[in-house]
């Protein structure tokens, strides 16, 4: 294993970040409170890759930087896609951001393109704590029988679309069938293509990716959550949730978010790593992206 004698600069960087945003808050200070939340979450994401980089001599801003542009702007079309979704659903709102059209926009583009980033860099961070790197090799690997990447391409395609052909009245309730049915829709895509697949590398006795990226995230919701109540309690911009009552487990609520959503964050996360994946394969970045500069 390569490891670096020092943190990357950039370590230092995030950390500051997320100091003087916390510091910012805490004083209640506008600018703050209105950009918390992608400011928060770039210095984490600089601070995470920092420790990646120091723990496994790799990371997405030293050994696949030439591939980070591309994460980050897959990050924001990936969640405009659930935007897309949450249009028809309505589960959540946001408010408290700026009156300004283009500072509004900047404000999406910027929290948007932290998504991926702040998933995939706790997966590391998560894998390379427990001393198994996420690694892959499609090589030579057996696909899963037929009869199986039907089920799972004809239940993830029926939990994708039923939302979207019911009311919204209807659909809102609906909100966990999105947050798992591109998994199962877009993991056997990714098999049938070569490309990294959950589903097969459990299948090969690889269970670590898996946990670590359920694990990761539920780290990054909970700390979405908790960003998402201070810049609230600032009085800054933030998302509010309309979950139905009937959803709501004895009123109970981590930050702004009801308790039973918390059970969402860790299948988004296999789902943003089976469609960046499907994504890359596709387009066919690694034809022009090396990942090893």
């Known amino acids: 294993m390569i490891v670096h004698r020092r943190f990357p600069m950039h370590t230092w960087v995030g950390l500051a970040i997320l100091a003087a945003v916390e510091m910012g808050v ?8 209105t950009w918390l939340t992608p400011a928060a979450w770039t210095g984490y994401v600089l601070f995470v890759d920092g420790l990646v980089a120091r723990a496994t ?3 997405w801003l030293t050994t696949r930087r030439r591939e980070f542009p591309f994460l980050v702007l897959a990050s924001i079309g990936l969640w405009l896609l659930f935007e897309a979704y949450n ?3 309505q589960n959540w709102y946001y408010t408290g951001l ?7 926009d900047l404000g999406y583009g910027w929290s948007f393109a932290t998504i991926l980033p702040g998933v995939f860099e706790t997966t590391d961070l998560v894998a390379a704590m427990a001393g198994r790197p996420m690694e892959w090799d499609a090589r030579g690997q057996a696909m ?3 009869l199986q990447r039907t089920i799972w391409l004809t239940g993830g395609l029926a939990l994708v679309l039923i939302p979207v052909a019911l009311p919204a009245g209807v659909a809102r309730y609906l909100f966990g069938a999105v947050w798992l049915g591109f998994f199962f829709l877009i993991d056997p895509i990714n098999e049938q293509l070569g490309a990294p697949s959950l589903a097969r590398s459990w299948r090969l006795g690889r269970r670590w990716p898996l946990w670590s990226l359920l694990l990761a995230g539920g780290i990054c919701g909970l700390l979405w959550e908790t960003w998402n109540f201070q810049a609230f309690g600032a009085g800054g911009a933030h998302w509010v949730y309309t979950v139905p009552d009937e959803l709501r487990v004895f009123g109970l609520h981590f930050g702004k978010m009801p308790l039973l959503g918390l059970l969402g964050f860790p299948p988004f996360a296999l789902e943003l790593f089976a469609l960046y994946n499907a994504a890359k394969a596709i387009l066919r ?4 992206v090396s990942l090893e500069p």
């Open 98 to 104: 700026p009156e300004s059209a283009w500072l509004r």
């Open 26 to 33: 805490a004083l209640r200070q506008p600018l703050a409170a």
């Open 285 to 288: 970045i690694d034809r022009w």
């Open 144 to 146: 899963s029988a037929p």
């Open 87 to 89: 249009l028809h659903m």
């Open 57 to 59: 001599g790799r990371s």
